[in-house]
């Protein structure tokens, strides 16, 4: 059984990784970075979730990684 401490420190990493991804999605919508450095960013974000949850890969790919994708596409006007 899963304790309550646990699940609060889950809940505390999934409000962290929320509040980088809301953050880095800010910045790549406002700033005049190249797509380079904007890639970098994306895969750093990507860094910072996967050291916070090694094993979910899998669930990152699926929510995240099509939203940058989306943003990414629109800003640099990616077919």
């Keep these: 059984m ?16 929320q509040l980088v991804v809301d953050l880095v999605m800010s910045v790549l919508g406002q700033s005049d970075m190249t797509l380079e450095e904007a890639s970098d960013m994306v895969a750093a974000t990507r860094r910072f979730a996967l050291n916070l949850f090694p094993d979910k890969e899998h669930t990152y790919d699926l929510i995240y990684q099509p939203k940058f994708r989306r943003l990414l596409a629109e800003k640099y006007k990616l077919a």
């Design 2 to 17: 899963v304790s309550e401490s646990e699940i609060l420190e889950e809940n505390r990493k999934v409000r962290r990784l």
